[in-house]
């Protein structure tokens, strides 16, 4: 069975930072471009980062360049999400995907399966 494992959220002070993964299980990263969404309440999936396959180029939000940074370890078939300088707006279920990219937008791939359960990432005081 395709599917991620994603974890590492939790509850943080602004200005505070946490790392997420993403495990891989079924299947090798490698060869696909993953990329982070986040889904606060009542609102849709919105991309956050992702990473390509081909070269490792990374691409972000503008709401949170310059704060995260996405990374790959193939060897541990796993992708991260170091999350700095959080703010509240933050808040939201944080997930991953296989995406497609198209110049420097992406979107989760429609052919690989659905939404895994997330990891909670809450910004508050």
């Known amino acids: 069975q395709l599917q991620f494992v994603e974890s590492g959220g939790g509850l943080v002070q602004p200005g505070g930072s946490l790392r997420l993964s993403c495990a891989a299980s079924g299947f090798t990263l490698d060869y696909y471009h993953i990329g982070w969404f986040r889904q606060a309440p009542g609102k849709e999936h919105e991309g956050v980062s992702c990473?390509?396959?081909?070269?490792?180029?990374?691409y972000y939000a503008d709401s949170v360049k310059g704060r995260f940074t996405i990374s790959r370890d193939n060897a541990k078939n796993t992708v991260y999400l170091q999350m700095n300088s959080l703010k509240p707006e933050d808040t939201a279920v944080y997930y991953c995907?296989?995406?497609?990219?198209?110049?420097?937008?992406?979107?989760?791939?429609?052919?690989?399966?659905?939404w895994g359960q997330g990891t909670q990432v809450t910004v508050s005081s």
């Open positions: 995907a296989t995406v497609v990219l198209y110049g420097s937008s992406w979107r989760k791939r429609a052919d690989f399966g659905s």
């Open positions: 990473i390509s396959s081909i070269d490792g180029t990374t």
